[in-house]
C-alpha cells in the first residue's frame, strides 16, 4: 500500500465519523472530568480500532486487545468484575484468535480486508448453546466475586460472547451483537456515573462505539456484497 492509498484507505465518512468519535470522547473527558488517564486511553484506542474492524482490517483486533486491557483495568477500580473478567477472560484473548483467523483469511490480495463467511445454520444453535453454558458459568463467577449491578453485567457477557464468536467466524451480523453489547454498557455505566460523574465519559466512549458498531454492520454488508459479485 502506497502513500497515496494509505491517505485515501478510509472513506470521508468514516474519517468524519472516527474524527467526531474522537472528539466527542476528548471533550466528555474535559468537561466531566477524569480521574486518570486509562479510561481517556482505552476509550481513543477503542474507537480507533472500530474503524478498522468496519474495514475487516486485522490491525482492528491487535487494538481491541489492548483495548481489553486498559478497559478491565478501569473495570477493576469500579468493582465491575464482570467486565474486567470478560475482557480480560474472553475478549483479549478470541480478538487474538480473531486476529490470527483474519490473517490467515485474507480477500484475494488485500491483506487490509478479511474475506467475509456466511454463517451456516448449524452453526447457530452450536453459539446459543456455548453462549447459554458461559453466561451460567460467569454469573455464580460474578456473584463470588460481589460484582456490582450483576444483572447487566451477566447479560454483557451474554452480548460480548456472541459478538465474539460472530467476529471469529467472520460474518456482519458480529456488529450487531456488540451494538446490543453497547447498549447493555451504556446502562452499566450510567449506574456506575451515579457515583463518580466522570464515568459520563466512558458512557460517551459507549455511546461513540454503538454508532461504529453500526457502521460496521452497514459496511460490512456492503462488502460481501461487493465480495459476492467479484466470485461470480
Same mark, same amino acid.
Given at each position: 500500500?502506497?502513500? %497515496?492509498?494509505?491517505?485515501?484507505?478510509?472513506?470521508?465518512?468514516? %474519517?468524519?465519523?472516527?474524527?467526531?468519535?474522537?472528539? !466527542?470522547?476528548?471533550?466528555?473527558?474535559?468537561?466531566?472530568?477524569? +480521574?486518570?488517564?486509562?479510561? !481517556?486511553?482505552?476509550?481513543?484506542?477503542?474507537?480507533?480500532?472500530?474503524?478498522?474492524?468496519?474495514?475487516?482490517?486485522?490491525?482492528?483486533?491487535?487494538?481491541?486487545?489492548?483495548?481489553?486491557?486498559?478497559?478491565?483495568?478501569? @473495570?477493576?477500580?469500579?468493582?465491575?468484575?464482570?467486565?474486567?473478567?470478560?475482557?480480560?477472560?474472553? @475478549?483479549?484473548?478470541?480478538?487474538?484468535?480473531? !486476529?490470527?483467523?483474519?490473517?490467515?483469511?485474507?480477500?484475494?490480495?488485500?491483506?487490509?480486508?478479511?474475506?467475509?463467511?456466511?454463517?451456516?445454520?448449524?452453526?447457530?444453535?452450536?453459539?446459543? !448453546?456455548?453462549?447459554?453454558?458461559?453466561?451460567?458459568?460467569?454469573?455464580?463467577?460474578?456473584? /463470588?466475586?460481589?460484582?456490582?449491578?450483576?444483572?447487566?453485567?451477566?447479560?454483557?457477557?451474554?452480548?460480548?460472547?456472541?459478538?465474539?464468536?460472530?467476529? /471469529?467466524?467472520?460474518?456482519?451480523?458480529?456488529?450487531?451483537?456488540?451494538?446490543?453489547? +453497547?447498549?447493555?454498557?451504556?446502562?452499566?455505566?450510567?449506574?456506575?456515573?451515579?457515583q463518580n460523574i466522570?464515568?459520563? @465519559?466512558?458512557?460517551?466512549?459507549?455511546?461513540?462505539?454503538?454508532?461504529? +458498531?453500526?457502521?460496521?454492520?452497514?459496511?460490512? %454488508?456492503r462488502m460481501q456484497?461487493?465480495?459476492?459479485?467479484?466470485?461470480?
Amino acid at each position: 500500500m502506497n502513500i %497515496k492509498e494509505k491517505l485515501n484507505y478510509f472513506t470521508k465518512i468514516e %474519517k468524519i465519523l472516527w474524527l467526531s468519535s474522537f472528539c !466527542l470522547i476528548l471533550f466528555s473527558s474535559m468537561w466531566f472530568g477524569i +480521574d486518570n488517564y486509562i479510561t !481517556l486511553s482505552a476509550s481513543l484506542i477503542g474507537t480507533t480500532s472500530l474503524i478498522y474492524i468496519a474495514k475487516g482490517n486485522p490491525f482492528g483486533h491487535l487494538l481491541m486487545v489492548v483495548f481489553s486491557i486498559l478497559y478491565a483495568i478501569v @473495570s477493576f477500580e469500579n468493582r465491575y468484575y464482570g467486565e474486567m473478567i470478560t475482557y480480560l477472560g474472553m @475478549s483479549a484473548p478470541m480478538s487474538v484468535l480473531s !486476529l490470527v483467523t483474519w490473517i490467515k483469511n485474507p480477500y484475494g490480495s488485500k491483506k487490509s480486508e478479511v474475506k467475509i463467511h456466511s454463517i451456516k445454520e448449524k452453526e447457530i444453535p452450536i453459539i446459543f !448453546l456455548l453462549s447459554i453454558v458461559v453466561t451460567f458459568i460467569f454469573y455464580y463467577v460474578l456473584k /463470588f466475586f460481589g460484582t456490582a449491578n450483576i444483572l447487566p453485567s451477566t447479560i454483557s457477557v451474554t452480548t460480548s460472547f456472541f459478538a465474539l464468536a460472530l467476529s /471469529f467466524r467472520r460474518t456482519p451480523y458480529f456488529a450487531l451483537a456488540y451494538a446490543a453489547n +453497547d447498549i447493555v454498557l451504556i446502562v452499566l455505566w450510567s449506574m456506575a456515573s451515579f457515583q463518580n460523574i466522570s464515568y459520563i @465519559s466512558v458512557i460517551v466512549c459507549f455511546v461513540v462505539f454503538l454508532f461504529n +458498531d453500526t457502521y460496521s454492520f452497514i459496511n460490512w %454488508k456492503r462488502m460481501q456484497k461487493s465480495q459476492n459479485t467479484d466470485n461470480k
